[in-house]
Protein backbone atom coordinates (compact mmCIF):
# COMPACT_ATOMS: atom_id res chain seq x y z
CA UNK A 1 0.00 0.00 0.00
CA UNK A 2 1.42 3.41 -0.79
CA UNK A 3 2.37 5.73 2.23
CA UNK A 4 1.83 9.45 2.62
CA UNK A 5 2.81 11.42 -0.05
CA UNK A 6 3.60 15.10 -0.14
CA UNK A 7 4.22 17.52 -3.03
CA UNK A 8 6.59 19.34 -3.89
CA UNK A 9 9.51 17.86 -1.67
CA UNK A 10 11.69 21.16 -1.86
CA UNK A 11 10.90 24.50 -2.44
CA UNK A 12 12.49 27.79 -2.42
CA UNK A 13 10.04 30.78 -1.61
CA UNK A 14 11.22 34.86 -1.41
CA UNK A 15 10.14 36.80 1.54
CA UNK A 16 6.56 38.10 1.11
CA UNK A 17 5.04 35.12 -1.48
CA UNK A 18 2.98 32.54 -0.46
CA UNK A 19 3.10 28.76 -1.01
CA UNK A 20 1.00 25.75 -0.97
CA UNK A 21 2.06 22.69 0.04
CA UNK A 22 0.47 19.13 -0.90
CA UNK A 23 -0.44 15.96 0.74
CA UNK A 24 -2.17 12.67 0.01
CA UNK A 25 -3.03 10.39 3.06
CA UNK A 26 -2.89 6.49 2.55
CA UNK A 27 -5.78 5.12 0.84
CA UNK A 28 -8.81 4.68 3.10
CA UNK A 29 -7.56 7.32 5.60
CA UNK A 30 -10.17 10.24 6.96
CA UNK A 31 -7.53 12.28 9.05
CA UNK A 32 -4.79 14.56 7.76
CA UNK A 33 -2.24 16.41 10.56
CA UNK A 34 0.69 19.17 9.32
CA UNK A 35 3.69 19.72 11.67
CA UNK A 36 6.42 21.93 11.36
CA UNK A 37 9.19 20.89 12.04
CA UNK A 38 12.47 23.33 12.71
CA UNK A 39 15.55 22.80 14.50
CA UNK A 40 14.59 25.42 16.90
CA UNK A 41 10.91 24.52 18.46
CA UNK A 42 10.87 20.79 17.00
CA UNK A 43 8.18 19.56 16.33
CA UNK A 44 4.74 21.87 16.32
CA UNK A 45 1.09 21.08 15.08
CA UNK A 46 -0.26 23.15 13.14
CA UNK A 47 -3.81 21.72 12.36
CA UNK A 48 -5.70 18.67 12.05
CA UNK A 49 -8.53 17.31 9.81
CA UNK A 50 -11.16 14.79 9.39
CA UNK A 51 -13.93 14.13 6.46
CA UNK A 52 -12.98 18.15 5.32
CA UNK A 53 -13.18 19.77 8.91
CA UNK A 54 -11.20 21.32 10.64
CA UNK A 55 -10.95 19.95 14.44
CA UNK A 56 -7.99 21.50 15.90
CA UNK A 57 -5.55 24.17 15.26
CA UNK A 58 -2.01 24.93 16.29
CA UNK A 59 -0.99 28.21 17.87
CA UNK A 60 0.56 29.59 14.32
CA UNK A 61 -0.83 32.86 12.78
CA UNK A 62 -3.66 33.54 10.51
CA UNK A 63 -1.13 33.20 7.82
CA UNK A 64 -1.50 29.41 7.99
CA UNK A 65 -4.01 27.87 6.93
CA UNK A 66 -5.24 24.54 4.85
CA UNK A 67 -8.16 22.40 3.76
CA UNK A 68 -9.16 19.18 3.28
CA UNK A 69 -10.80 17.53 0.00
CA UNK A 70 -13.41 15.07 -0.45
CA UNK A 71 -11.06 12.65 -1.61
CA UNK A 72 -8.60 13.37 1.82
CA UNK A 73 -6.48 15.16 -0.26
CA UNK A 74 -4.95 18.17 1.98
CA UNK A 75 -3.44 21.29 1.48
CA UNK A 76 -1.33 23.92 3.56
CA UNK A 77 -0.86 27.26 2.45
CA UNK A 78 1.17 30.28 3.89
CA UNK A 79 1.10 33.59 2.80
CA UNK A 80 3.42 36.37 3.21
CA UNK A 81 6.54 34.17 3.85
CA UNK A 82 8.78 34.95 6.30
CA UNK A 83 12.52 33.95 7.28
CA UNK A 84 11.00 32.33 10.10
CA UNK A 85 8.74 30.04 8.09
CA UNK A 86 11.73 27.76 6.36
CA UNK A 87 11.09 24.42 8.05
CA UNK A 88 10.51 20.95 7.29
CA UNK A 89 6.48 20.37 6.60
CA UNK A 90 5.17 17.13 7.69
CA UNK A 91 1.79 15.54 7.10
CA UNK A 92 0.44 12.37 8.83
CA UNK A 93 -2.63 10.68 8.31
CA UNK A 94 -4.86 7.71 9.79
CA UNK A 95 -7.71 5.94 9.56
CA UNK A 96 -9.24 7.86 12.18
CA UNK A 97 -8.65 10.93 14.47
CA UNK A 98 -5.08 11.27 16.12
CA UNK A 99 -6.08 10.07 19.64
CA UNK A 100 -8.35 6.38 18.15
CA UNK A 101 -5.62 5.45 15.29
CA UNK A 102 -2.16 5.42 14.53
CA UNK A 103 -1.05 8.56 12.27
CA UNK A 104 1.67 7.50 9.26
CA UNK A 105 3.98 10.00 8.28
CA UNK A 106 4.49 11.28 4.94
CA UNK A 107 8.40 12.55 4.03
CA UNK A 108 7.76 15.60 4.60
CA UNK A 109 8.15 18.89 2.14
CA UNK A 110 11.37 21.29 2.84
CA UNK A 111 10.62 24.76 3.00
CA UNK A 112 13.48 27.34 2.52
CA UNK A 113 12.50 30.96 2.56
CA UNK A 114 15.09 33.43 1.35
CA UNK B 1 -0.37 21.60 29.20
CA UNK B 2 0.80 18.51 27.97
CA UNK B 3 4.71 17.60 27.69
CA UNK B 4 7.27 15.58 27.64
CA UNK B 5 10.67 15.36 28.29
CA UNK B 6 13.98 13.51 26.45
CA UNK B 7 17.31 13.27 27.17
CA UNK B 8 19.54 15.39 25.08
CA UNK B 9 21.70 14.61 22.24
CA UNK B 10 23.68 13.50 20.65
CA UNK B 11 24.10 10.07 21.96
CA UNK B 12 27.14 8.39 20.57
CA UNK B 13 27.73 4.41 21.47
CA UNK B 14 29.58 1.76 19.80
CA UNK B 15 28.19 -0.93 18.08
CA UNK B 16 26.38 -3.64 20.05
CA UNK B 17 26.36 -1.43 23.07
CA UNK B 18 23.25 -1.13 25.35
CA UNK B 19 20.78 1.67 24.10
CA UNK B 20 18.55 3.92 26.58
CA UNK B 21 17.24 6.83 25.67
CA UNK B 22 15.13 8.51 28.79
CA UNK B 23 11.74 10.04 27.96
CA UNK B 24 9.21 11.44 30.39
CA UNK B 25 6.08 13.07 30.16
CA UNK B 26 3.21 15.21 31.74
CA UNK B 27 -0.38 14.61 31.16
CA UNK B 28 -3.83 15.43 33.01
CA UNK B 29 -5.17 12.23 31.79
CA UNK B 30 -4.22 8.55 29.96
CA UNK B 31 -2.35 9.45 27.20
CA UNK B 32 -1.17 6.96 24.62
CA UNK B 33 2.50 7.73 24.10
CA UNK B 34 5.09 6.79 21.31
CA UNK B 35 8.70 6.58 20.09
CA UNK B 36 9.22 7.26 16.63
CA UNK B 37 12.33 7.31 14.31
CA UNK B 38 13.73 9.92 11.58
CA UNK B 39 16.29 8.72 9.91
CA UNK B 40 18.44 11.17 7.45
CA UNK B 41 16.42 13.32 4.79
CA UNK B 42 12.72 11.13 5.76
CA UNK B 43 10.06 11.97 7.75
CA UNK B 44 9.01 9.93 11.04
CA UNK B 45 8.13 6.43 11.15
CA UNK B 46 6.21 4.75 14.09
CA UNK B 47 8.41 2.73 15.82
CA UNK B 48 6.47 1.63 18.56
CA UNK B 49 3.57 2.82 21.01
CA UNK B 50 1.64 1.59 24.59
CA UNK B 51 -1.87 2.71 25.10
CA UNK B 52 -2.07 2.35 28.66
CA UNK B 53 -0.52 1.44 32.02
CA UNK B 54 2.38 -1.09 31.88
CA UNK B 55 1.67 -2.21 28.54
CA UNK B 56 5.42 -2.89 26.45
CA UNK B 57 5.68 -1.61 23.24
CA UNK B 58 8.18 -3.25 20.78
CA UNK B 59 9.75 -3.45 17.92
CA UNK B 60 13.16 -4.08 15.52
CA UNK B 61 14.52 -5.21 18.91
CA UNK B 62 13.63 -1.77 20.91
CA UNK B 63 10.94 -1.63 23.45
CA UNK B 64 9.91 0.65 25.91
CA UNK B 65 7.18 0.11 28.83
CA UNK B 66 4.50 2.75 29.84
CA UNK B 67 5.29 3.13 33.52
CA UNK B 68 2.36 5.73 34.41
CA UNK B 69 4.16 5.91 38.20
CA UNK B 70 7.36 7.69 37.16
CA UNK B 71 5.12 9.14 34.23
CA UNK B 72 8.14 7.53 31.95
CA UNK B 73 8.49 5.55 28.41
CA UNK B 74 12.41 5.11 28.05
CA UNK B 75 13.38 3.41 25.13
CA UNK B 76 15.97 0.44 25.00
CA UNK B 77 17.66 -1.98 22.67
CA UNK B 78 20.26 -4.13 23.56
CA UNK B 79 22.33 -4.32 21.01
CA UNK B 80 22.70 -1.37 18.87
CA UNK B 81 23.68 -1.23 14.96
CA UNK B 82 24.80 1.18 12.82
CA UNK B 83 21.84 1.45 10.78
CA UNK B 84 20.09 2.61 14.25
CA UNK B 85 21.90 6.09 13.69
CA UNK B 86 18.93 8.52 13.40
CA UNK B 87 16.66 11.39 15.36
CA UNK B 88 14.44 9.42 18.38
CA UNK B 89 11.18 11.54 19.24
CA UNK B 90 9.24 10.61 22.34
CA UNK B 91 5.39 11.65 21.78
CA UNK B 92 2.22 11.51 23.20
CA UNK B 93 -1.26 11.90 22.51
CA UNK B 94 -4.54 12.54 24.65
CA UNK B 95 -8.19 13.95 23.53
CA UNK B 96 -6.61 17.00 21.83
CA UNK B 97 -6.15 14.58 19.00
CA UNK B 98 -2.50 16.24 18.33
CA UNK B 99 0.91 14.86 18.97
CA UNK B 100 2.85 16.37 21.37
CA UNK B 101 6.73 15.89 20.61
CA UNK B 102 9.59 15.74 22.91
CA UNK B 103 12.65 17.54 21.30
CA UNK B 104 14.22 14.47 19.48
CA UNK B 105 17.60 12.68 20.64
CA UNK B 106 20.06 12.08 18.17
CA UNK B 107 22.37 8.68 17.95
CA UNK B 108 25.29 8.25 16.52
CA UNK B 109 26.20 4.52 16.27
CA UNK B 110 30.24 3.40 15.58
CA UNK B 111 31.05 0.41 13.94
Known amino acids: KAGVTQTPRYLIKTRGQQVTLSCSPI?????VSWYQQTPGQGLQFLFE???????NKGNFPGRFSGRQFSNSRSEMNVSTLELGDSALYLC?????????????FGPGTRLTVL | GDSVTQMEGPVTLSEEAFLTINCTYT??????LFWYVQYPGEGLQLLLK?????DKGSNKGFEATYRKETTSFHLEKGSVQVSDSAVYFC??????????FGKGTRLHILP
Open chain 1, 92 to 104: ASGRQTPSTDTQY
Open chain 1, 27 to 31: SGHRS
Open chain 1, 49 to 55: YFSETQR
Open chain 2, 27 to 32: ATGYPS
Open chain 2, 50 to 54: ATKAD
Open chain 2, 91 to 100: ALIEKGDKII
